[in-house]
């Protein structure tokens, strides 16, 4: 064991590898089965200054390494397990402990030893040398790392996978290759780009063998060992046909990238055309759905997986100006034939792995719930939402008057302090301004959520408030124009937008697309436009639907908190959900102490009574609470469900920590049954199983961070947000296959945008809306069953609401309301 330099613990005590970290080293060598080990360092001294570890010369080094020499020879290891960047180039040759770690590798000081890279046990609870913490999930891959390194002791040599790598030279080679893997149905894909052209493809059919076929090396006199044109059109025809067959089923990598580009590239406007069917296996989603939290790349997934060493530097900054085609074409080879080996590694997990006492498993889940959301979210992305641009323009001046009138007013509060213009984004500007001249008590930061939390709970005058809303306020509207309106559109004149399918939760999230994925960075991430204020309106109104279209916006109604009374059960919160009462009203007025008086409600078993009570007490809570605090409502309930601290929830809820802290007290007063029943069973359950949690649809997550307060807040999450995110996923495929005019251009957890036709040339122009409505309610409303969640439950109906609009995304109404604005259409 072999780490970097010695701790201060490690001097004080005269022993390698001694206090806290050291204790931690030997608990997870232990855990991999091995007793005693001989604990050392590359340095044997503490450097002085951290940064002469990068830059220390070899005469420096020299004595250490002739002291390590020695205790090698002495000891003749068969594995040296390396802690550490440092020492892993000392020992291994190579740079960077984060993409080597779990690799395999040649010692270069010792001929006939393997080293086994990881990360420093120690960095889990302290930062190391260069200020960096790990996070406590880290431990997860640590101990595989010392697994793998307790294993290969037993094993004598250097023995890396061996893989037939080949570069196609012809159509024959080619065709040669396929017929010698005519018997195998399955099939890893996977692409090399050059400013998003696909140039190579790999194939594999087996962990041990792969192909690279370059798509565009045509023989002329400037490329003379290039392929003969003839060839290069019979290779085509072959690698199309190949993937296009339904029969040889694909495996992939994160593959919407690989299938965008091989349909069209260079932004959608070069069209490929090698379509993909029979794509069945992503390693990506198959990988996140075994360990939600941890990384889905290629590279980490082989490094825990397989004992195929970090190989990504291979193909890294591949310029065919410059370097030879061939480096490029072994790299697309070897991803092949390393992701085949990961599916195969992979798939025995997922069948190994019960998820319900009906025995069916993670595979069964994956297969039939995540894998269908690959084709799904391609749609989606390819779709796109057309912009009205003389909206744009109109936008874009309104908002860099306002960014001018804010900036203004800055300078005005300002100039007695600085004689210069203050800019918001400038690193010195504002701490200067702040904490030198306004005298404001200092912060690391003075990012938003710092000067937020100055302005609500330190800051008491006008005058300092005032600076400190107008730098917000100038760095909202900077950002405003740059991320929303100017963001770039398509040749097709739409706004798209990037899906990430893997978040812990199984929730999405969306960001703009660029490069590799695209030429230049375009669109915008959707999700992170807000639903309510002027600015989430404001983009929304150069949304519009297409010529012949409208807009058709479906979303769960208060999903996540039935979810959570259901949990709890909370029965009076059920009550007031199945009835209609508007919770997040009351939440609001039991903050301030307005809330009817709802006995009579929650004791009435007759179901009219119960009816005719709710409207009166709706009635009573609109007349006492606004719909922008109704909005603090629904935070400070989300806040509850999820047990925020009131550091958190006052962010949420936009006022001072000590407001935010009596507001959840009055919400976890009236609802007890949040905290116990829902939250104490979750964390009875995650001691019970493993800390694995487990939603009604069978979506899995074992949690990886440090027991406490954070893992629980996490998991009181987990199952309420997985739940309503899949249930209308799932809900919008089956819309989908009912209504397949009905294109989908936009998921955002509980609720769907999609484009609903118009039969111009009909009797009843709006017929499609209708029948949308009734196939959406019918899926959308479907009862959840929680017989197999972690937490066993009845079942559950979250009503769904829907609206309509055919001027743009802004304008949209309910479907009753535009039923009547429309009576003549229908």
Same mark, same amino acid.
């Given at each position: 064991?072999v780490g970097?330099?010695p701790?201060?613990?490690?001097?004080?005590?005269?022993?390698?590898?001694?206090?806290?970290g050291?204790?931690?080293?030997?608990d997870?060598?232990?855990k991999?089965?091995?007793?005693?080990?001989?604990?050392?360092?590359t340095?044997?001294?503490?450097?002085?200054?951290?940064?002469?570890?990068?830059?220390?010369?070899?005469h420096?080094?020299?004595?250490?390494?002739?002291?390590?020499r020695k205790?090698?020879a002495?000891?003749?290891?068969n594995v040296?397990?390396?802690?550490?960047?440092f020492s892993?180039?000392?020992?291994?040759?190579?740079h960077?402990?984060?993409?080597?770690?779990?690799?395999?590798?040649p010692?270069?000081?010792?001929s006939?030893?393997?080293?086994?890279?990881?990360l420093?046990?120690?960095?889990?609870?302290t930062?190391?040398?260069?200020?960096?913490?790990?996070s406590?999930s880290?431990?997860t891959?640590?101990?595989?790392?010392?697994n793998?390194?307790?294993?290969q002791?037993e094993?004598?040599?250097y023995?890396?996978?061996?893989?037939?790598?080949?570069?196609?030279?012809s159509?024959?080679?080619?065709?040669?290759?396929?017929n010698?893997?005519?018997?195998?149905?399955?099939?890893?894909?996977?692409?090399?780009?050059y400013?998003t052209?696909p140039i190579?493809i790999?194939l594999?059919?087996t962990?041990n063998?792969a192909?690279s076929?370059?798509l565009?090396?045509?023989?002329d006199?400037r490329?003379i060992?290039?392929i003969?044109?003839?060839?290069?059109?019979?290779i085509?025809?072959?690698?199309?046909?190949l993937?296009?067959d339904?029969?040889v089923?694909?495996?992939?990598?994160?593959?919407?990238?690989?299938?965008?580009?091989?349909?069209?590239?260079n932004d959608?406007?070069?069209?490929?055309g090698l379509?993909i069917?029979?794509?069945?296996?992503?390693t990506n989603?198959?990988?996140?759905?075994?360990?939600?939290?941890l990384?889905?790349?290629?590279?980490?997934i082989a490094?825990v997986l397989?004992e195929?060493?970090?190989?990504?530097e291979e193909?890294?900054?591949?310029?065919p100006?410059?370097?030879?085609?061939?480096?490029?074409?072994l790299?697309?080879?070897?991803d092949?034939a390393?992701?085949?080996?990961?599916?195969?590694?992979i798939?025995?997990?997922?069948?190994?792995?019960?998820?319900?006492?009906?025995g069916?498993t993670?595979?069964d889940?994956?297969?039939?719930?995540?894998?269908?959301l690959?084709p799904?979210y391609m749609?989606?992305?390819?779709?796109?939402?057309?912009?009205d641009?003389?909206?744009?323009?109109y936008?874009?001046?309104?908002?860099?008057?306002?960014q001018l009138?804010?900036q203004?007013?800055?300078?005005?509060?300002?100039?007695e302090?600085?004689?210069?213009?203050?800019?918001?984004?400038?690193?010195?500007?504002?701490?200067?301004?702040?904490?030198?001249?306004?005298?404001?008590?200092?912060?690391?930061?003075c990012d938003e959520?710092?000067?937020?939390?100055?302005s609500?709970?330190?800051?008491k005058?006008?005058?300092?408030k005032?600076?400190l809303?107008l730098?917000?306020e100038?760095?909202?509207?900077?950002?405003?124009i740059?991320?929303y309106i100017?963001?770039?559109?398509?040749?097709r004149?739409r706004?798209?937008?990037?899906?990430?399918?893997?978040?812990e939760?199984?929730?999405?999230?969306t960001?703009?697309?660029?490069?590799?994925?695209t030429?230049?960075?375009?669109g915008?991430?959707?999700q992170?436009?807000?639903?309510?204020g002027?600015?989430?309106?404001?983009?929304?109104?150069?949304i519009?639907?297409?010529?012949?279209?409208?807009?058709?916006?479906?979303?769960?109604?208060?999903?996540?908190?039935?979810?959570?009374?259901?949990l709890?059960?909370?029965?009076?919160?059920?009550?007031m959900?199945?009835?209609?009462?508007d919770?997040?009203?009351?939440t609001s007025?039991l903050?301030?102490?307005k809330?009817?008086?709802?006995?009579?409600?929650?004791?009435e078993?007759?179901?009219?009574?119960?009816?005719t009570l709710?409207?009166?007490i709706?009635t009573a809570?609109?007349?006492a609470i606004?719909?922008?605090?109704r909005q603090v409502g629904?935070?400070?309930?989300?806040?509850?469900?999820?047990?925020?601290g009131?550091g958190?929830?006052?962010?949420?809820l936009?006022?001072?920590?000590?407001k935010?802290?009596?507001?959840l /007290?009055?919400? !976890?007063m +009236?609802n007890?049954?949040?905290r116990? &029943?829902f939250?104490?069973e $979750?964390?009875?359950?995650l %001691?019970?199983?493993?800390?694995?949690?487990?939603?009604?649809h069978?979506?899995r997550?074992?949690?990886?961070?440090r027991?406490?307060r954070?893992?629980?807040?996490?998991?009181?999450?987990?199952?309420?947000?997985?739940t309503?995110?899949?249930?209308?996923?799932f809900a919008?495929?089956r819309?989908?296959?009912?209504a397949?005019?009905?294109?989908i251009?936009?998921e955002?957890?509980?609720?769907?945008l999609?484009?609903?036709?118009?039969?111009?040339?009909?009797?009843?122009?709006?017929k499609?809306?209708?029948?949308?409505?009734?196939?959406?309610?019918?899926?959308?409303e479907q009862?959840? /069953?929680?017989? !197999?969640? +972690?937490?066993?439950?009845?079942s559950? &109906?979250?009503p769904?609401? $829907?609206?309509v609009g055919? %001027?743009?995304?802004?304008?949209?109404?309910g479907?009753?309301k535009?039923?009547i604005?429309?009576?003549?259409?229908?």
């Amino acid at each position: 064991m072999v780490g970097d330099y010695p701790s201060l613990e490690d001097l004080r005590n005269s022993r390698p590898f001694s206090g806290l970290g050291g204790t931690l080293t030997r608990d997870f060598l232990a855990k991999a089965g091995c007793t005693s080990a001989y604990f050392t360092y590359t340095l044997k001294s503490r450097p002085s200054h951290f940064k002469e570890l990068r830059n220390i010369k070899d005469h420096e080094l020299a004595p250490h390494m002739e002291q390590l020499r020695k205790e090698f020879a002495a000891l003749d290891p068969n594995v040296i397990l390396v802690l550490g960047d440092f020492s892993l180039r000392a020992l291994a040759g190579v740079h960077g402990i984060d993409k080597y770690r779990g690799s395999i590798l040649p010692c270069i000081t010792k001929s006939d030893c393997k080293v086994v890279a990881s990360l420093n046990p120690a960095s889990l609870i302290t930062k190391d040398a260069f200020g960096k913490m790990r996070s406590f999930s880290d431990s997860t891959f640590i101990q595989w790392d010392f697994n793998r390194a307790v294993k290969q002791s037993e094993i004598r040599g250097y023995n890396p996978p061996r893989r037939h790598l080949q570069v196609c030279k012809s159509s024959i080679q080619l065709e040669r290759f396929l017929n010698a893997n005519k018997g195998r149905n399955r099939v890893s894909v996977d692409i090399e780009t050059y400013h998003t052209f696909p140039i190579c493809i790999g194939l594999a059919f087996t962990r041990n063998e792969a192909m690279s076929i370059p798509l565009f090396n045509v023989q002329d006199y400037r490329n003379i060992e290039g392929i003969p044109h003839s060839q290069i059109l019979s290779i085509w025809k072959q690698v199309a046909e190949l993937l296009a067959d339904p029969n040889v089923l694909k495996i992939g990598q994160n593959f919407k990238f690989d299938e965008r580009q091989l349909v069209a590239c260079n932004d959608g406007k070069s069209v490929i055309g090698l379509n993909i069917n029979g794509f069945f296996f992503d390693t990506n989603l198959a990988f996140k759905t075994l360990f939600p939290e941890l990384s889905g790349s290629l590279q980490f997934i082989a490094s825990v997986l397989t004992e195929e060493p970090y190989w990504k530097e291979e193909g890294k900054g591949f310029n065919p100006k410059k370097d030879k085609f061939d480096r490029l074409l072994l790299y697309n080879a070897k991803d092949a034939a390393v992701t085949y080996e990961c599916y195969e590694e992979i798939e025995e997990y997922l069948q190994a792995i019960k998820i319900d006492k009906t025995g069916r498993t993670l595979a069964d889940f994956f297969y039939e719930r995540v894998m269908p959301l690959h084709p799904f979210y391609m749609r989606i992305e390819s779709r796109g939402m057309l912009r009205d641009n003389t909206v744009q323009q109109y936008l874009l001046e309104k908002y860099k008057t306002k960014q001018l009138e804010l900036q203004t007013e800055l300078n005005s509060l300002t100039a007695e302090h600085l004689d210069k213009p203050v800019n918001v984004a400038s690193p010195k500007d504002v701490p200067l301004l702040l904490f030198e001249c306004l005298k404001l008590p200092k912060r690391a930061s003075c990012d938003e959520k710092t000067l937020d939390a100055l302005s609500r709970n330190v800051v008491k005058d006008g005058y300092r408030k005032r600076i400190l809303k107008l730098i917000l306020e100038i760095r909202k509207v900077r950002k405003t124009i740059g991320t929303y309106i100017e963001a770039e559109v398509d040749h097709r004149n739409r706004l798209l937008t990037g899906y990430r399918l893997t978040l812990e939760t199984g929730r999405t999230s969306t960001s703009i697309l660029k490069p590799p994925v695209t030429v230049e960075k375009l669109g915008i991430a959707f999700q992170t436009i807000t639903k309510h204020g002027d600015v989430g309106a404001d983009i929304r109104e150069m949304i519009i639907p297409d010529p012949g279209y409208c807009f058709f916006e479906f979303d769960l109604s208060q999903a996540e908190a039935r979810v959570v009374a259901l949990l709890a059960n909370d029965t009076k919160l059920l009550k007031m959900f199945r009835y209609g009462v508007d919770i997040h009203r009351v939440t609001s007025a039991l903050i301030i102490n307005k809330c009817p008086d709802m006995r009579l409600f929650f004791d009435e078993p007759n179901d009219a009574v119960c009816k005719t009570l709710k409207n009166d007490i709706n009635t009573a809570l609109k007349a006492a609470i606004d719909d922008e605090f109704r909005q603090v409502g629904k935070k400070g309930r989300h806040a509850c469900n999820y047990d925020m601290g009131k550091g958190e929830a006052s962010i949420q809820l936009e006022c001072s920590e000590k407001k935010a802290g009596e507001f959840l /007290d009055a919400i !976890h007063m +009236t609802n007890p049954n949040i905290r116990g &029943v829902f939250h104490a069973e $979750i964390v009875q359950a995650l %001691k019970d199983n493993n800390r694995v949690l487990v939603t009604p649809h069978g979506r899995r997550r074992q949690f990886l961070n440090r027991w406490g307060r954070d893992l629980f807040k996490e998991a009181y999450a987990n199952i309420p947000q997985g739940t309503v995110s899949d249930h209308l996923k799932f809900a919008a495929q089956r819309i989908e296959q009912r209504a397949p005019w009905f294109l989908i251009v936009q998921e955002a957890h509980d609720s769907i945008l999609g484009l609903c036709p118009l039969d111009v040339g009909g009797f009843r122009p709006f017929k499609h809306v209708e029948r949308l409505a009734k196939i959406v309610k019918e899926e959308c409303e479907q009862e959840i /069953d929680f017989t !197999h969640c +972690t937490l066993s439950r009845g079942s559950l &109906v979250i009503p769904c609401d $829907i609206g309509v609009g055919d %001027k743009s995304w802004k304008y949209m109404t309910g479907l009753d309301k535009f039923r009547i604005a429309n009576a003549d259409r229908f």
